[in-house]
């Protein structure tokens, strides 16, 4: 899932650069690595807060949720 929205993303971009060629201005000043990279590294991060998050009992629902299922056995 994360490489296909990095793909997405990465070639979003790239349409963006080209039309910019097309009509004359100047490209983005990123090669498509570094483009590449940089979306991956924000796609990893935001993958990682959450799953994090989701793994977690960070909100007060969420502790008192997993408090009733321990209570009753259910976890």
């Not at 039309?19 to 004359?24: D, K, N, P, R």
């Amino acid at each position: 899932m994360k490489q296909a929205i990095v793909r997405l993303v990465v070639l979003a971009i790239l349409l963006i650069n080209q039309t910019l060629i097309i009509f004359g201005w100047n490209p983005l000043p990123f090669s498509e690595d570094q483009i590449y990279e940089a979306v991956s590294t924000v796609a990893t991060v935001a993958m990682a807060i959450y799953a994090w998050w989701k793994d977690n009992n960070v909100t007060k629902k969420a502790q008192h949720n997993d408090k009733f299922l321990r209570d009753r056995g259910l976890k």
